[in-house]
């Protein structure tokens, strides 16, 4: 395959992610190490790219991200920026002929990610947005078996995304707390996720009726600051939502969970079964079948685990029966995404796909401005 050559675009914690990740790719599939590389990185100041490029082993650094676009050596960009510059980034790699992998959520808005979207398939380029968690091998089967009709008619779904980030009122404010920066909170940051997993697993949305609300309402402007901020994005939002198969399932999104660490899950409920999905036990999908023998005390009856583990087609190491984490989400999303270039293959999870959550909140934020139902149709 020929080499792949990265430019990236912010280095803050994601940033470093991303970066490892690209790193540990040939590892996982028996790669020459060098058919990846990171070949340049962009900040917003010099002295933080250039501590980045010193990290990551890469020879260019620059502020200004268009250095970057300009260069020769530059195949794909990954952006890793706040989100109110992924608009920006996007069309000026399109511009560029660069091929694209964005960190969620795509856009600030909708009709942003929608026009995102269009300028990519314009460019002819491929495209791709971080939503890493879909990478776990036993998220893939429970997308197997509701394909494969597993489950009969799906009753219903449930997600949910909590974590404890902002239980602490003294925590200053930071740019995740703002909407000029983030477009959204906690729907943004955390509901961007599990609405991702919900769609791919069982299809587009078709409705939102949502609640969300802010705790915390003014923080410190900055740590140790007497000066108060105050908080104009979610710390939680509910949500009801139907699919466009009709299925009526329920979200809930908190950076309020006490207690929570990286709390996700979802379940879905169906006429011959079940399937739940927990991050905090990766290693495997928690099954139930209809079908399996009834009788006194229950017969055979009862969730089971599926033995989903490491099972990447292809992988070389570690081991398939070691533990899936979070780094080797990323792996995987990111190396399916360098195969889409190799391969001149269609890229998934597309800029479309991040374009329909974008209108699932989109849906949820104006249902809860509303007091009602609102569908993506009218987003």
């Not at 997993?197 to 900055?222: K, S």
């Amino acid at each position: 395959m020929p080499k792949i050559r990265i430019g990236l675009i912010g280095y803050g914690g994601i940033g470093r992610v991303h970066a490892s990740a690209y790193r540990a790719i040939p590892f996982h599939y028996g790669l020459p190490a060098d058919s990846i590389e990171i070949a340049g990185v962009a900040t917003t100041r010099h002295e933080t790219a250039k501590r980045a490029a010193e990290e990551i082993g890469c020879p260019f650094s620059t502020a200004d991200f268009r250095e970057l676009l300009a260069r020769d050596d530059i195949d794909m960009v990954d952006i890793c920026t706040p989100n109110n510059s992924h608009h920006e980034i996007v069309v000026s790699a399109t511009e560029a002929g660069k091929h694209i992998y964005c960190e969620k959520p795509l856009a600030m808005n909708a009709a942003e990610a929608g026009g995102m979207a269009q300028a990519v398939r314009a460019a002819g380029l491929k495209a791709q947005v971080t939503f890493n968690f879909r990478f776990f091998p036993a998220v893939t089967r429970a997308k197997e078996l509701v394909d494969a009709g597993f489950l009969g008619r799906v009753f219903s779904f449930r997600g949910r995304y909590h974590r404890s980030s902002y239980i602490e009122g003294d925590k200053p404010m930071s740019w995740r707390l703002q909407r000029e920066v983030t477009g959204g909170g906690a729907l943004f940051d955390l509901g961007s996720h599990v609405l991702d997993l919900l769609y791919y697993v069982l299809g587009e949305f078709d409705a939102v009726n949502g609640t969300l609300d802010t705790l915390i309402r003014e923080r410190p402007a900055a740590a140790g600051s007497a000066e108060m901020a105050r908080v104009d994005v979610d710390d939680i939002a509910l949500l009801q939502a139907r699919t466009a198969a009709g299925t009526l399932g329920s979200v809930e999104i908190s950076r309020m969970g006490t207690g929570a660490t990286n709390d996700l899950s979802f379940e879905i409920f169906g006429q011959r079964g079940a399937i739940r999905f927990d991050l905090g036990d990766p290693a495997w999908l928690h099954v139930y079948d209809t079908r399996d023998a009834a009788g006194p005390l229950g017969g055979g009856r009862g969730f089971r685990k599926i033995e989903a583990v490491s099972r990447y087609d292809g992988q070389r190491a570690p081991d398939w029966t070691m533990t899936p984490d979070f780094m080797r989400s990323h792996a995987e999303c990111q190396y399916q995404f360098i195969r889409s270039i190799w391969e001149d293959a269609p890229t998934s999870p597309s800029f479309e796909d991040g374009a329909h959550v974008q209108k699932i909140m989109a849906a949820a934020e104006r249902s809860s401005e509303l007091g009602t139902w609102v569908r993506l149709s009218d987003v």
